[in-house]
């Protein structure tokens, strides 16, 4: 039996992390910047105190905000009911919210040939489900329902809150690293200065190399695990684990990527919208690397779950339930 609510609180730990790493990180580029700039206002650091104002705003914005900001960025518009794909896609996403006990998320469609969905919003009040069209066009209507079964479960687990946070805070953090390279003061060379220039301004040399991996910190805010547990509450809901499985091999035949998917968006994604050679790896270094499991290994899992089914018929479903 999978533990929804052990699931969801450990998202809220992982969030709380992720802010508290973005406000040290804001620190550090903060007091070398300041040094660099002799920006203080009596014994006030001025840069650094702008900087936690705005991973301030910015947490605030990713938690009110982040969710339209993502969908508009993918050109996300809602599912039209009078287009034949598009309703069955609404019926799908009804039918996944009366098995999980969830509200009923938005519906919107995503116009992209590349096969690929998901899911965000900060609560399960407000979350939305995406699809791409190119999904639509190639999905039966089994493999549609355990890729909105996967989605739902990212919802209950409240991987959605966490994913839209991580998407706009790692491009704060690396709109703060550039602006640190960008520049280029080199401290006052007296004798108040010095000591100081020497400790902190190599914080922000550091800071700033840090802002090309600040893209991965989905890896280790969402890890793969995330998406193993939502493919198996997929099958929870839809008792269907070779649906999802067949649907997981149609998107590894059409590899063509999300156009408008970035690195910071990556891990919202069913599957990675830009596949990498990472992806067909297992292991702690390409967990860092890749913000999802190889396709191979998911339909591996989901099939060996088919099995176990067959074995157990009577074995009972869990719920997404809050």
Known sequence: MIDFHAAAESNRRRS??????????????GLALDVALRSFAGSVPVVTVLLLLGVALGSWVAQRFGDRVVLATLGARPADPANAEQKQLLNLVHEMSVASGLPQPRVMVIDDPAPNALATGREPASATIAVTTGLLEKLDRAETQGVVAHEMAHVG????????????LVGAIALV???????????????????????LLPLLLLAAALAPVASRLAAFALSRQREYLADATAVALTRNPLALAGALERIAEDPRPVRAGTRGTAHLFFSRPHPGRADAREGRLADLWSTHPPIASRIARLRGMASARAASPGEGDASLRA
Request: no cysteine.
């Open 16 to 29: 709380r992390a992720l802010v508290g790493g973005v406000v040290l990180l804001a620190i550090a580029v």
């Open 157 to 168: 687990n409240r991987d959605t809150r966490l994913g839209v946070t991580v998407a706009v």
């Open 177 to 199: 690293a550039d602006l640190a390279w960008r520049i280029r003061v080199q401290p006052r060379r007296d004798r108040d200065a010095g000591g100081a220039s020497a400790v």
